[in-house]
């Protein structure tokens, strides 16, 4: 996984959630149900005791990394505006550095 990958998704957690909201995050690798020969990258936060799994990356195929990092910043977006922490806020990211040129 390229550092700026780790440094996009620290950024994009860094300015959703507040430092004290943070339990923790980290990368893991799963396999797919459907076809046990993909694996997919993970990305776990917890916040507040509350855990979230955004899928970042799917072995073989064809998504930017750009996009994948929208699609988990998406999703955690929604997460915090569903949890019970921040149930209701409506906190966006709209500094997506991996965008820039």
């Known amino acids: 996984m390229p550092p700026s ?8 957690i860094r300015h959703l959630l ?7 995050w980290s990368f893991r690798w ?4 459907d076809d046990p020969d993909t694996r997919s990258l993970v990305v ?5 005791g509350e855990p979230y799994m955004g899928y970042l990356y799917q072995e073989n195929a ?3 990394v750009a996009e994948a ?8 977006e929604d997460f915090i ?11 966006e990211l709209t500094d997506r550095p991996w965008h820039r040129g």
């Open 69 to 76: 990092l929208d699609v988990f910043t998406d999703g955690l």
């Open 18 to 24: 507040r430092p004290d909201e943070v339990d923790g």
């Open 81 to 91: 505006s569903e949890s019970r922490f921040a149930w209701g806020q409506r906190r």
């Open 44 to 48: 776990d936060v917890v916040a507040v």
């Open 5 to 12: 990958v780790r440094a996009h998704v620290d950024h994009a």
């Open 62 to 64: 064809m998504c930017p």
């Open 30 to 33: 799963t396999r797919d149900d």
